[in-house]
């Protein structure tokens, strides 16, 4: 892998640009113009691009596109906790005090190598500028994305309304580096409703059909994650309006760049037989003879009675969110005083998908990376991985996953845990 760390990227992205623009003015509100001024500075746009106005919608009215992408990467900013609204000011925003001294997002540009073992690295960055410089195919790219909630999350999240162009923005470069038998794989939500309604959003299904047309890759199963121990939701239309039921389970879609060369393989991830199957093996399978379905399905005398090494699974994963190795390093993050992901995987989901899509020296690459849990499940299976992570504090406290392997390496600059704990 080659990874340059300090290079910029030709043209800033917009996101980076405006989010910049607050973090350089931190006490000093930014009403709009002020924004789309530093952004065009920042970004080589000209005014008159700026202000150029076109017919939008059906409707034909004429906007700016430029300023309504400042907007919108204003609103994604909003939705992060990042700026708020200047009480009594239109289009007046700053700084929320946690941006000040919570989080901590890049500058444009800017990718820092945060810690490494022998197999893999993680760096504090954006996935398009990380990923720009990488010369090895991507075998393997599995996340967990902010999901589109009404209730945000401290590292923010999009809505339902703009997460298709939100995530197509997201893996077009991903995609671009993923190998011909190469697999993405996304964990989302399908916890989302239309606004104020019992209504299920249909983002899920948009989401599936703009991977295949703008990105072109190919859906290969849609797994079930059944959570036995997922919060009771939604609250809103199951425990207050009886509406729902709760909801157990988190949709999981996987998607090939050739679904004919794709590197999957059910035989790396075969389970235990029951005890049931077992004994059906031993005394030679079925003997009697049955139809089922008209006769589409027939059982006959021997049937499962061939010795196999396990059974394949199937498309429902049944795992809780919790794991042993992620109380443990909750509890060590508490320790050094740093903030906790709230979406972390358990450590046997990327295991799993990870057994099979890919095989040992592989290249697996999480570009949402959280806490890093998909690159310790990498490193325990004998993959090369990069996670790649844009919240200074998640890196840092991912780091602790790794400390156990001998060839582990942490960059100095990214020990921020000292004046917290002694603050």
Request: aromatic share 8%; glycine share 8%; charged share 25%.
């Amino acid at each position: 892998m080659n990874l340059s760390t300090n290079e910029s990227a030709p043209q800033m992205d917009l996101f980076s640009c405006v989010a910049e623009a607050y973090k350089q003015s931190p006490d000093r509100p930014l009403s709009n113009d002020r924004l789309y001024e530093l952004v065009a500075q920042k970004a080589g746009i000209s005014m008159s691009e700026l202000n150029a106005r076109e017919p939008v919608g059906t409707s034909g009215q004429m906007h700016s596109l430029k300023a309504r992408e400042l907007r919108w990467h204003q609103q994604t900013l909003k939705h992060m906790g990042v700026i708020e609204r200047v009480p009594g000011l239109r289009g007046v925003w700053a700084l929320t005090d946690k941006a000040k001294n919570d989080l901590h997002p890049p500058k444009p540009g800017v990718k820092l190598l945060g810690f490494s073992t022998e197999l893999g690295c993680a760096v504090w960055g954006y996935s398009q500028d990380v990923l720009q410089n990488l010369d090895t195919p991507i075998t393997l790219a599995i996340t967990s994305t902010p999901y589109p909630l009404r209730k945000q999350r401290a590292y923010g999240n999009p809505t339902a309304a703009d997460f298709v162009d939100f995530i197509c923005e997201i893996l077009e470069p991903v995609v671009d580096k993923l190998s011909d038998d190469g697999s993405l794989v996304l964990n989302l939500s399908n916890d989302c409703f239309e606004p104020g309604s019992p209504q299920r959003s249909t983002y899920l299904e948009r989401v599936t059909i703009a991977i295949e047309d703008r990105l072109g890759l190919s859906l290969m199963e849609r797994f079930v994650w059944s959570v036995k121990n997922k919060v009771p939701g939604p609250i809103q239309w199951a425990s207050k309006k009886r509406t729902h039921v709760h909801t157990g389970w988190e949709p999981i879609l996987w998607f090939a760049r050739d679904p004919h060369r794709v590197k999957s393989c059910n035989q790396r991830v075969l389970q235990p037989h029951t005890s049931q199957h077992l004994k059906l093996m031993a005394k030679g399978g079925e003997s009697r003879q049955s139809a089922y379905g008209d006769g589409a399905y027939r059982l006959k005398p021997g049937s499962y009675g061939r010795i196999t090494e396990g059974a394949i699974p199937r498309n429902v994963i049944e795992l809780s969110h919790n794991c042993d190795v992620g109380r443990a390093h909750r509890k060590v993050v508490d320790r050094l005083g740093l903030p906790q992901h709230g979406a972390g995987f358990p450590l046997a989901l990327p295991s799993f998908l990870i057994r099979f899509l890919t095989e040992p020296d592989d290249l697996v690459v999480d570009f949402c990376a959280g806490r890093s849990m998909t690159g310790l499940a990498a490193q325990l299976l004998g993959r090369r991985w990069l996670c790649v992570e844009a919240m200074l504090e998640y890196i840092r406290s991912g780091a602790e996953l790794f400390r156990a392997f001998p060839d582990f390496w942490m960059n100095p600059e990214i020990d921020i845990t000292s004046s917290r704990t002694q603050g």
